[in-house]
């Protein structure tokens, strides 16, 4: 069965504290985009890069659909852990709905808390069409696989919007999930 479960926040005038790097970049890499003024994000999201718009939605949809039934309460749960990643509107928003958004039923996850089962979700960016970045928007398509041990795959779409203020960090603003 299909279905679509679609969220978007609008975006919400923020104050983001851009730090410099530990090094004083030179003009010329400024002006061809070279240097990333923003401080990157605290662990566990050290790696991602705060000015990349498809990596910081890869790793937020990553977290927020990474389900570990055996010390989770519940879904919404990742979604905590992925709120570093969250735009503060969204995130607020967001999070009441967030454990309906993967197409697994409350049965499923009873029974992988239960089995204490072991989840694996991998997230990849596609190549499918999606509107024109702009300096403070950003959206992608990205293919979620949780893999629960021994149980078939579960596998959906989601549709993600970044976005990033006053040259702070991309974060995720938006979310839609197609099954």
Not at 7 to 25: D, K, N, Q, R
Not at 26 to 48: K, L, S, T
Not at 80 to 96: C, G, K, M, V
């Amino acid at each position: 069965m299909n279905h679509t479960t679609f969220l978007a926040a609008a975006v919400v005038v923020a104050a983001f504290a851009a730090t410099g790097c530990s090094t004083s970049p030179n003009p010329d890499q400024i002006e061809r985009g070279d240097v990333c003024p923003v401080a990157g994000f605290a662990a566990p999201y050290e790696h991602i890069d705060p000015c990349s718009a498809p990596a910081v939605l890869q790793a937020a949809v990553a977290a927020i659909f990474d389900y570990r039934p055996a010390g989770d309460s519940g879904p919404r749960a990742a979604f905590t852990r992925a709120r570093p990643l969250l735009q503060d509107r969204f995130a607020t928003e967001a999070e009441p709905p967030a454990g309906a958004w993967a197409p697994i039923t409350t049965g499923q996850w009873q029974r992988w808390r239960d089995q204490q089962m072991p989840i694996s979700t991998n997230v990849m960016v596609t190549g499918d069409d999606h509107p024109a970045d702009s300096v403070a928007t950003a959206d992608r398509v990205l293919a979620v696989r949780m893999h629960p041990a021994q149980e078939t795959a579960v596998v959906f779409t989601v549709y993600a919007s970044a976005t990033r203020i006053s040259g702070g960090p991309w974060l995720l603003s938006g979310l839609g999930v197609r099954s």
